[in-house]
């Protein structure tokens, strides 16, 4: 499944917000990933500012 994303931000303590095409928005936490995977290159550079 593949979704048109308009906009993501990272917010405080690793969730990141998140707003689709379609009207869609959220927040996801990505703190149960950090030690996984791709995301485990996010968790240094990790800047944790809402913008």
């Known amino acids: 499944m593949y979704w048109d994303v308009k906009r993501?931000?990272?917010?405080?303590?690793?969730?990141?917000?998140?707003?689709?095409?379609?009207?869609?928005?959220?927040?996801?936490?990505?703190?149960?990933?950090?030690?996984?995977g791709v995301f485990k290159e996010l968790k240094p550079c990790w800047s944790g500012s809402s913008q």
């Open 8 to 36: 993501v931000r990272p917010m405080d303590d690793y969730p990141i917000y998140v707003e689709l095409e379609d009207g869609r928005k959220g927040l996801f936490d990505l703190k149960p990933y950090l030690d996984r």
